[in-house]
């Protein structure tokens, strides 16, 4: 089992930055590199689980990846929505019911379940609170006999 955390950036805060952060959702900056994330691996034939801590945030999620062009979409649903197998990406607030390579964590905490994944991704966002919660799920993965790798996001 693999974990990375990537540290994002500060944004620029110039003012097209902002206008489209602000035009795509209210979201939070790292669920749009998570939904950039979530693209890259269904194109790579990776199933991802992207767990969020409650209905609200999985539905904010839902509605970035519908946002993307057409010749980038992402094939997606909402756990216990769509196909039997679900769709390559799934999002939930609960833990999963199927199995997936790749988990996307968007909580507080370290899930109970990660181990389930051979590969779990985390983010350490810009905002001081955020950041802190994120050295707290570090610490959990290390005290688990987990040595999570950190890379800078793009």
């Known amino acids: 089992m693999t974990v990375t955390f990537y540290v994002l950036a500060e944004p620029d805060g110039s003012a097209e930055h902002t206008a489209t952060l602000n035009e795509l959702s209210p979201a939070p900056a790292h669920f749009a590199f ?15 689980f992207v767990y969020t801590a409650d209905q609200h945030m999985a539905e904010q999620l839902d509605e970035l990846l519908w946002q993307f062009d057409a010749e980038r979409f992402v094939p997606h649903n909402l756990s216990g929505e769509g196909p039997a197998r679900g769709a390559p990406i799934e999002i939930g607030w609960q833990a999963p019911r199927q199995s997936r390579q790749v988990l996307i964590n968007l909580t507080d905490n370290m899930p109970e379940f990660a181990r389930r994944f051979a590969r779990v991704i985390e983010f350490v966002p810009a905002e001081a609170s955020l950041k802190a919660q994120a050295r707290e799920r570090y610490k959990q993965y290390r005290q688990a006999g987990i040595t999570p ?3 800078q996001a793009d």
Not at 36 to 47: E, F, G, I, S, V
């Open 149 to 151: 790798e950190t890379v």
């Open 34 to 48: 998570a939904c950039q994330l979530c693209a890259d691996l269904y194109r790579a034939n990776q199933r991802v």
